[in-house]
């Protein structure tokens, strides 16, 4: 069974790179045939596809926000961060980490993600 949560700070200051680090148990990132995504919700919004990191350690992220996201593994401690760089205040969201065992090409709908962290609250603001 596949787990993932969430961790990193609940404020950001708008400028400033939003970093959070999503927690693997019950898989390994290296090799479980699955892609680890970065989901966000804004307010009053639907859920956002920001990026992948795959198993075999590359990267696709949304077009719209590729210009300011990484996505990055440490596979030894079973973990995979999300940087977005330059927020404002429309990038508070509840952010999710989620893995699916399709790519971003074959996914058609949220049930293709198998898994999902409980998310966790981001807030920029000065």
């Known amino acids: 069974q596949v787990q993932l949560q969430e961790s990193g700070p609940g404020l950001v200051k708008p400028s400033q790179t939003l970093s959070l680090t999503c927690t693997v148990s019950?898989?390994?990132?290296?090799?479980?045939?699955?892609?680890w995504s970065w989901i966000r919700q804004r307010p009053g919004k639907g859920l956002e596809w920001i990026g992948y990191i795959s198993f075999g350690g590359s990267t696709y992220y949304s077009p719209s926000l590729k210009s300011r996201t990484s996505i990055t593994r440490d596979t030894s401690k079973g973990q995979f961060t999300l940087q977005l760089r330059s927020v404002t205040p429309e990038d508070t969201a509840v952010y999710y980490c989620?893995?699916?065992?399709?790519?971003?090409?074959?996914?058609?709908?949220?049930?293709?993600?198998?898994?999902w962290g409980q998310g966790t609250q981001v807030t920029v603001s000065s």
């Open positions: 019950g898989g390994s990132l290296s090799t479980n045939y699955y892609y």
């Open positions: 989620a893995s699916s065992a399709k790519s971003i090409r074959e996914v058609t709908s949220l049930n293709d993600y198998d898994y």
